[in-house]
């Protein structure tokens, strides 16, 4: 069986970056909640991590929130904590897409607990 062909003119560039990074974010998802992370925002060139509430303590204290503080300490002028609604997050500059976010937590992983 043949694949149909699309002309040329139908995908372009900008359309395989887009998909490529669409294709990105199964794996920014599997990251981010090894790590412990709620939710992951991606908004106007930075990335918002979303952490679970207060009354998990014991989440505060495990090796993967150390590996986020030590990543926040290496990196204070990159990275905001905020607190909003009750919620806690981390506001990290200059990640502009998802293989950016990708690497960025993957640097997180592979770093020394505090």
């Known amino acids: 069986m043949s694949r149909p062909r699309f002309p040329a003119s139908?995908?372009?560039?900008?359309?395989v970056k887009e998909t490529?990074?669409?294709?990105?974010?199964?794996?920014?998802?599997y990251l981010a909640r090894r790590l412990g992370?709620?939710?992951v925002?991606?908004?106007?060139?930075?990335?918002?991590?979303?952490?679970?509430?207060?009354?998990?303590?014991?989440?505060?204290?495990?090796?993967?929130f150390g590996r986020l503080l030590?990543?926040?300490?290496?990196?204070?002028?990159?990275?905001?904590?905020?607190?909003?609604?009750g919620r806690r997050s981390f506001a990290i500059a200059d990640v502009p897409t998802v293989e950016e976010a990708v690497a960025l937590l993957n640097n997180v992983l592979s770093l020394e607990t505090i």
Do not use: H, W
């Open 70 to 85: 030590n990543f926040l300490q290496a990196n204070p002028r990159r990275c905001r904590i905020r607190e909003k609604n």
């Open 41 to 64: 925002v991606l908004k106007q060139g930075s990335m918002y991590i979303y952490f679970v509430d207060d009354n998990n303590k014991a989440y505060y204290q495990s090796p993967m």
């Open 10 to 15: 139908n995908v372009s560039a900008n359309t």
């Open 20 to 29: 490529a990074e669409l294709l990105r974010i199964p794996r920014l998802r």
């Open 37 to 39: 992370i709620e939710k």
